[in-house]
């Protein structure tokens, strides 16, 4: 057997050098009347197409003539070097960025030829498969390097890019304060004030320092509403955007819903004597933890995800405080700021929540969502307390029954265990882990439609899935608004935004 498959590189060679003879005569050369650029794919013995069998030849001929570029025998004779190069160069310019037969240009079929050729003559010179054996593996342990090397660097800038903001969405709350601070103190007012406590009409959440992504989320809901007059926005803003998000509704009122925008810091209940993770953000090992690369865990890949701004925010645990912020409601619907809504969504008011104080879609369909990927199961306070195997539930569609949560008491077990996590060994960050840990037992899983996940990382999410949920989600780093967005998802949320507005035309905010 031919020494390139003593190595079992049929895995990158694809066919053995002595049967490409046989394979050729099988497969009729070109003539001037065919409509496509190249011969058909050739067939296997069992009379089964090979797909785009060209490409992987050229491919693996490639291979092939770069290993006998570095072996001594070769390089020692100039006259075949010369003529190796030049087949490479041939075969390089024909493959070209092809990834299928019909991409190949006329020629590629003569060349690959030349290049057999060439590539029987090294044959003849050097049939030591010791020293092929070995440079293959040379080339497998260097390509696997850079190719781990380019996924780290890959994730660093997709990271990178996720917490960026575009130049338009940067222009656009300043255009907005200043249009904000441009107005009378009469002119500041929402209509419809006297909805924002009325526990019988239908209210939700939504916390939020992107005023784009909010405005499609309030958008998405009231254009799905059977009727829209019945629904209350409670929007929770910084003091940064505090002024943009409300010029953007008072200029663009969602018709006859109720819209509040507060700013997190008018909550003095909320400080650090009352909220531990509040004064964990601020504290100097935190800020150490974010803010010191040169650690030596600093930029390893478990750890990139987490140096993320949002997490550093308070507005990202402020779910955690529903029935203070709502102090009279029963009941509210959180929703993230990159779900867009696509059916009307009063019906989550009338599930029977049992007893249990957060509904939401379970995840547990991939092993990655149960507890044990989340929560740190070395640590006894852990394992002592939760199922490993428990199954996850997504955060960004949840319906809070807020009556059964302050009866529970939920918001004292998640100061409990955010005190006990101090120094981070129960979980790293965000607000998931504790999540699952404050509503363990205490979270009813409701149907999948309501919530369909992933169109912030997965390209290949059901379509069906897609057009049948009520709610889609972008979690993930590849959000609909950046360039990184996943191309096929980015319709389903850009068709909510009006790009022909003056505020977005002037900052060139486009599809």
């Known amino acids: 057997m031919h020494c390139f498959y003593s190595f079992k590189v049929h895995l990158l060679v694809g066919f053995q050098e002595n049967k490409f003879e046989e394979k050729v005569k099988q497969v009729p050369p070109r003539n001037n009347t065919e409509k496509h650029h190249i011969v058909p794919s050739e067939k296997k013995s069992s009379g089964t197409t090979i797909p785009d069998a060209r490409v992987r030849q050229l491919k693996d001929q490639l291979i092939r003539a770069k290993v006998y570029l570095s072996i001594g025998p070769i390089r020692s004779n100039p006259h075949f070097v010369r003529e190796l190069r030049l087949r ?30 060439t590539l029987a003559k090294g044959k003849q010179i ?13 080339m497998v342990h260097s390509s696997e390097e850079q190719l781990r090397v380019h996924k780290k660097q890959s994730l660093f800038l997709a990271q990178l890019a996720a917490k960026t903001i575009p130049k338009g969405l940067h222009c656009l709350p300043l255009r907005l304060s200043a249009e904000y601070f441009s107005m009378n103190s009469s002119q500041r007012q929402f209509p419809y004030e006297e909805k924002l406590e009325d526990p019988d009409l239908f209210h939700y959440a939504l916390f939020s320092d992107n005023v784009l992504a909010t405005a499609v989320v309030v958008n998405s809901t009231v254009s799905n509403a059977k009727n829209p007059a ?24 969602p018709g006859k819903a109720a819209i509040q925008v507060q700013n997190i810091e008018e909550f003095t209940w909320l400080n650090d004597s ?55 409601l029963h009941k509210v619907v959180f929703l993230d700021d990159d779900v867009v809504v696509q059916r009307d969504l009063t019906g989550l008011w009338e599930i029977n929540m049992k007893g249990k104080v957060n509904g939401a879609i379970e995840t547990c369909g991939e092993s990655f969502h149960r507890f044990d990927k989340y929560l740190n ?71 999948r439609r309501w919530h369909v996940l992933g169109l912030g990382y997965n390209p290949h999410v059901d379509r069906k899935d897609i057009e049948q949920a009520a709610v889609i989600h972008y979690n993930g780093n590849m959000k609909p608004w950046l360039d990184i967005g996943i191309p096929r998802y980015r319709g389903y949320w850009s068709k909510n935004v009006d790009y022909n507005h003056i505020f977005l035309r002037e900052c060139n905010i486009n599809p």
């Open 88 to 117: 490479i160069k041939d075969v390089q310019r024909a493959l070209g960025d092809a990834t299928k037969d019909s991409d190949l240009p006329r020629n590629a079929y003569e060349r690959l030829k030349a290049m057999e050729l």
């Open 126 to 138: 050097q049939d030591d498969c010791a020293a092929v054996v070995k440079k293959l593996r040379a």
């Open 230 to 253: 019945d629904h209350v926005f409670h929007i929770v803003t910084d003091r940064l955007n505090y002024a943009a998000m409300r010029m953007w509704f008072l200029s663009n009122p």
């Open 274 to 328: 009352y909220s531990p993770v509040l004064k964990q953000l601020r504290s100097q090992s935190m800020i150490d933890y974010y803010f010191r690369t040169h650690h030596a865990t600093a930029n390893s890949d478990a750890n990139l995800k987490y140096r993320n701004p949002k997490y550093l925010s308070i507005l990202n645990h402020l779910r955690f405080y529903l029935p203070e912020v709502f102090p009279k």
């Open 377 to 447: 199961f070395s640590s006894p306070l852990i394992a002592k307390r939760f199922n490993p195997r428990s199954c996850g539930w997504a955060y960004g569609m949840n319906v809070f029954d807020l009556d059964e949560w302050r009866r529970q008491k939920v918001t004292e077990v998640y100061h409990y265990w955010q005190n006990l996590n101090i120094d981070r060994q129960l979980w790293k960050l965000g607000s998931l882990p504790p999540g699952l840990i404050t509503f363990y037992n205490r979270t009813l899983s409701i149907d």
